[in-house]
């Protein structure tokens, strides 16, 4: 049954080359029809194809002609007046709340996501796994502004404790230093929030890995005398990392991209505000920059630096799930 | 689940020779003890997961679950209703979100269906490869770059204005992945028995995934197609560069205003005053509705038709 997450290990690890129905060439014997019907197939995949090359194109075409124009570094700067006559936009800021944020998350959201789907495959009664898997499925069913607004006004009203402990205790370290903003609208409160919502995606790309451990090897840790958690961390662990880390890598991709819960938390901040590395200051992710300043885009110019800031977005997600996509792959092989 | 049948405990206890010296040490009592630590926190684990989610569940109802009991929020739009007045619908956001959704399924189904046809029936080699992992990069597409590469399309190239099409363009290329996979996993499960015995028949090959493998998958695309609506319903970032809000009416996707119910709480979600406030968790929890009885559709139909094989 297809997920919620809208990812799923079965079609992973059973591609078309192995499994894959006869390929009745006789059956297709050049007839009208099936010149048709296997055309119009091919040219939905070619079009999918295309969809994906032209949005690197445009966004890069568009983005060109900006950062030839811009007079700043575009990796190292912290600047962003897309106004001003030289043009001067950089993407250090964006690129580090960005990346921070995400990372927290998955510090997060990996290890509880791990512990979920271990739960649901290994520690559930039998009576409880279907219901507790739909459970956090539900997760991925909340809407992305709805995560933000309650992050926000909900969430964002307990964060102040949590605060003010951190940075009583590891205040002195960069990462944890106040930055002055109300802890509703820090980068660690958008990191809970998106640990929330990868949560389902660690999970249900886990739990199906995990459930297809070979009963051999469970059945063989456990006439050994293992203990549960043996058996679990010698046979179901290492059957299971390269599924896990692919479903982190998805996890992960979802949250660099995420867009609206984050514009809705996270405070932007002035331009001239100073550099910090704090995890309890504002600021902008790619995605919040873009969103938050979508009616800016009168002029071709300034819709160049976005069209540039999003290139390197879709620039990361797409390393990021190509090597969720290999990680598995290898899996594949592995296995057969 | 044939798996996990040898971890119940019962199970544990008959499997477990009385002394062993191989490869694990003599149980000792740490050993029990981190096996029943273990077992503590993978129930906290999941105790946690469902904490974010009754919570959110809760805080929407409780904040804008009143407002849904009254029938004009589902038949009056915003038209004339200020921050400051109580009253007023959401019926042209729901209607403007259903409008979105039909017309962004009506582009991407065929696509996504003809797509993973192609992969399961058709496709080998190279170009299948290519194909597969494009929809993979598809996936992964944050919304937001969607949005942004249709208004280069859109916008920028062709020079047209922001309209309701151009929010389903971009919905469409998020639709799109989730359609393919979910109909790629229900055309394996077609058993090949019943494309042999077509094959057998003489009947061609267009014919036999027309008329022998689409309608035996057809529950679980059904699925898919409810899945997907679900999840680009949601969606928010192509909304807010492609899609101007209004409080009235609209249900033309061509004629520029798009009201939403994600726009819907956009456009108000920095209110203080209460009537705002309210309506803002009352579109929440609409929203939230909508995509739940999707969910439940699409768990429905699958369950009600699973592939005949």
């Known amino acids: ?336 | 689940m044939t798996a996990a049948d040898v971890t119940s405990d019962s199970n544990l206890a008959a499997l477990r020779p009385p002394a062993s010296n191989a490869g694990f040490s003599h149980r000792s009592r740490s050993r029990a003890l981190r096996n029943h630590l273990a077992r503590v926190v993978m129930w906290l684990a999941f105790l946690i997961a469902l904490v974010p989610l009754v919570w959110i569940l809760w805080s929407v109802v409780t904040k804008g679950g009143a407002l849904l009991l009254n029938s004009t929020w589902w038949t009056n739009s915003q038209r004339g209703i200020t921050n400051r007045m109580v009253g007023g619908g959401a019926a042209h956001a729901i209607e403007g979100t259903l409008i979105e959704a039909l017309a962004t399924a009506v582009m991407a189904v065929p696509v996504g269906v003809m797509t993973a046809i192609y992969l399961v029936e058709y496709g080998r080699g190279r170009l299948a490869n290519i194909v597969s992992f494009t929809v993979d990069i598809l996936t992964g597409i944050p919304s937001i770059v969607a949005a942004l590469f249709i208004y280069a399309v859109w916008v920028t190239t062709f020079g047209f204005q922001r309209v309701g099409f151009a929010v389903c363009l971009a919905l469409v290329l998020l639709m799109i992945p989730v359609i393919v996979r979910s109909t790629e996993e229900m055309l394996k499960l077609v058993h090949n028995d019943l494309r042999e015995a077509s094959y057998a028949l003489g009947v061609p090959k267009w014919k036999t995934i027309a008329r022998v493998v689409v309608p035996t998958a057809f529950s679980g695309i059904i699925t898919g197609i409810l899945l997907g609506l679900a999840r680009i319903m949601g969606e928010t970032a192509p909304l807010l560069i492609l899609g101007p809000y209004t409080k009235d009416i609209a249900t033309d996707i061509f004629g520029g205003l798009v009201p939403t119910l994600p726009t819907m709480i956009n456009q108000d979600r920095t209110e203080v005053l209460q009537p705002a406030v309210d309506r803002v968790w009352g579109a929440a929890m609409t929203l939230i509705l909508i995509i739940l009885l999707l969910n439940i559709a699409g768990r429905l139909v699958s369950r009600l038709g699973a592939p005949k094989t």
């Not at chain 1, 404790?161 to 230093?177: E, S, V, Y």
């Not at chain 1, 090897?217 to 958690?229: F, I, Q, S, V, Y």
Request: a positive charge; aromatic letters at 8%.
């Open chain 1, 1 to 336: 049954m297809p997920n919620i997450t809208g990812v799923s290990a079965v079609d992973k690890l059973s591609g078309p080359e192995r499994h894959g129905p006869p390929q009745g060439a006789r059956a297709s014997t050049g007839r009208l029809g099936d010149r048709i019907f296997s055309g119009t197939a091919r040219g939905a995949g070619i079009l999918v194809i295309a969809i994906v090359t032209l949005v690197g194109v445009f966004l890069l075409s568009q983005a060109i002609p900006a950062l030839a124009k811009d007079k700043v570094n575009f990796l190292t700067s912290t600047q962003w007046n897309v106004d001003a006559t030289p043009l001067q936009f950089g993407i250090a800021n964006l690129l580090w709340v960005t990346v921070l944020s995400s990372a927290l998350a998955m510090v997060v959201a990996v290890p509880l996501g791990i512990g979920v789907a271990l739960f649901i495959t290994q520690y559930a009664p039998r009576w409880l796994r279907g219901p507790a898997a739909s459970l956090v499925d539900l997760l991925a069913a909340v809407p992305s502004i709805v995560y933000g607004l309650w992050g926000l006004q909900v969430l964002g009203t307990h964060m102040d404790g949590i605060q003010g402990f951190l940075i009583k205790i590891f205040g002195w370290l960069p990462l944890f230093q106040d930055a002055g903003v109300a802890a509703a609208s820090t980068i660690l409160t958008v990191a809970v929030v998106l640990a929330i919502m990868v949560l389902p995606i660690v999970t249900a790309l886990s739990r199906e890995v995990f459930a297809q451990t070979p009963t051999t090897n469970m059945e063989a840790a456990l006439a050994l005398g293992a203990t549960r958690w043996e058996m679990i961390r010698t046979a179901v662990l290492p059957f299971g990392k390269p599924g896990v880390i692919s479903a982190s890598m998805l996890g992960l991709g979802r949250a660099l991209g995420e867009t609206v819960a984050v514009t809705v938390i996270l405070s932007a901040l002035a331009g001239s505000a100073p550099w910090s590395w704090s995890m309890f200051n504002g600021g902008e992710t790619f995605a919040s920059k873009i969103a938050n300043n979508a009616a800016e885009f009168d002029s071709p110019q300034k819709a160049g630096a976005f069209m540039a800031a999003g290139l390197v977005l879709f620039g990361l997600t797409f390393i990021v799930n190509a090597v969720a996509r290999a990680v598995i792959n290898r899996r594949k092989a592995f296995v057969e």
